[in-house]
């Protein structure tokens, strides 16, 4: 029993020991093998791979794939003109050549990274101050980016190489500093209200034209159609009188009648109207009494049905 036991852990120790010595290397990285803490070999192929075991020898590996290094810091620089612009830029870089990176620069890509962006800074620092702000933002961007990337890789390349590759150096942002872009903000959002408020007044006035010439329009409507009204009623009286005066012409008691009923019903236009007449003295009355009614109704009846109408 003990003899199986020790079997099986001398398979597993030497199962372990096979697996300490194989290594895969994936094809977007380097494999880098150490001895003693000195660089032994570099694996650029992807596959499987053997080495010696710890600590003998040990595997790290490190990305070989075009990496995207971003501006994080908001530090304004000044331009030709001295003005305080806001960069953001980005990088493209490729670690080249693995072991020159891990004597020069660091083990891992975040230390490249962070060496890169202050160089990259620095070059930028240096060639912001030969632009103005307009061909910041115009075609002359491209030789600043051109400049700014043979800068950055004469220093990469320099007495001690980096091990990498500058693909690309991008400029994606030229701003003012918050305080410059707070007033421009400020003067556009004025100019906007200035522009805004002309045009309400010039509104007003419009309205106010317009609504007044409606006006004068309406006023000489209503003026005309008083005066052709006042003309046919005009016309209307003189026809009423003219007729009236040709028919109370044939029958001058009967008229004479009339206008005295018109006059008693003009002055009793309201239930609490009081008259005092003396019906002795009245037409109306003599008329209403005695002979004088019928002389009245004869009279009426002597009046022709178109003078009564």
């Known amino acids: 029993m003990n003899r199986i036991g020790f079997i099986a852990t001398s398979i597993l120790v030497a199962l372990a020991l096979l697996s300490s010595t194989l290594f895969v290397v994936d094809q977007r990285q380097f494999g880098v093998v150490y001895q003693l803490g000195q660089i032994k070999n570099v694996i650029t192929e992807p596959g499987l791979n053997f080495k010696m075991p710890p600590p003998f020898q040990n595997v790290s590996y490190i990305d070989k794939r075009l990496l995207m290094l971003s501006s994080v810091d908001t530090e304004p620089m000044l331009t030709a003109e001295k003005q305080r612009v806001v960069i953001d830029w980005y990088v493209r870089w490729r670690i080249s050549n693995p072991s020159e990176y891990i004597r020069n620069v660091g083990l891992d890509e975040n230390a490249g990274a962070m060496q890169l962006n202050r160089v990259v800074r620095n070059a930028f620092q240096e060639n912001i101050n030969k632009y103005t702000v307009r061909q910041l933002i115009s075609a002359t961007r491209e030789e600043l980016m051109t400049n700014v990337q043979r800068e950055v890789l004469a220093v990469v390349k320099g007495a001690k190489p980096w091990g990498v590759d500058v693909v690309d150096v991008r400029i994606t942002r030229v701003d003012y500093v918050e305080a410059i872009t707070e007033s421009v903000y400020r003067r556009m959002e004025a100019e906007r209200k200035r522009v805004a408020n002309e045009l309400r007044s010039t509104g007003f006035a419009e309205g106010e034209k317009i609504r007044a010439d409606a006006d004068r329009q309406r006023e000489v409507t209503v003026a005309n159609a008083y005066r052709d009204a006042q003309k046919i009623k005009g016309d209307g009286d003189a026809q009423a009188a003219g007729i009236y005066a040709d028919a109370f012409g044939r029958d001058p008691q009967f008229a004479q009648f009339y206008r005295s009923l018109d006059a008693y019903k003009q002055s009793f236009n309201k239930k609490n109207d009081v008259m005092v007449v003396d019906p002795a003295s009245s037409d109306f009355f003599r008329a ?22």
Request: glycine share 18%.
């Open 288 to 309: 209403m009494r005695g002979s004088g009614a019928g002389a009245g109704a004869a009279s009426a009846a002597a009046v022709p049905p178109a003078a009564r109408r």
